[in-house]
């Protein structure tokens, strides 16, 4: 009789046991969850640093064009696009025509899409709209927007991981 009552008694988990791997699974629970949310954070700073990179660079690129004389300017325009959009649209080149003349050699696109902020969860905004810009005209320290994107920043009002707001990078 005392084997049997011992047997029935091994079958299961006692209570203890049940609160202490409760307890065990709560506690790495709670290390994974911040672990997660700053490696999504990294991951997110990772993608503005791209994004920033490739308007930048398109800015640079209309820039050049302009400067070049492969795009029209006006008398006293900077030279940088008037808004991010003309960097997605098919600019017409000045003086280039080959033999053929087909349309493809006298369009330039500088940038095939234009990035969103990663840190603007609103799918509704467009991707020019997600970004604050800043005029040639206007100065380093007071950025405002202008008759042109002479740079661009995140309009997140968050802190990055190394403490710098995400608007000044």
């Known amino acids: 009789m005392i084997a ?8 299961g988990f006692t209570f203890i046991e049940l609160v202490i791997t409760l307890a065990l699974v709560g506690l790495l629970s709670m290390m994974a969850v911040p672990l997660y949310e700053m490696t999504a954070t990294r991951m997110r700073e990772s993608e503005l640093r791209q994004a920033l990179r490739t308007i930048r660079s398109g800015i640079d690129a209309y820039k050049a064009a302009t400067d070049s004389g492969s795009l029209a300017r006006e008398a006293g325009d900077s030279g940088y696009p008037p808004t991010l959009e003309k960097l997605t649209e098919p600019l017409e080149l000045q003086g280039k025509r080959d033999l053929s003349g087909s349309i493809a050699s006298q369009r330039m696109v500088i940038l095939r899409q234009l990035p969103r902020d990663p840190f603007n969860t609103d799918p509704e905004v467009p991707a020019a709209m997600t970004w604050n810009t800043r005029a040639y005209a206007s100065r380093a320290n007071d950025p405002q927007p202008g008759d042109d ?3 661009v920043s995140s309009k997140s009002s968050r802190l990055g991981l190394d403490g710098t707001p995400y608007a000044s990078w």
């Open 4 to 11: 049997l009552s011992h047997r029935a008694a091994s079958r």
């Open 149 to 151: 994107v002479f740079d």
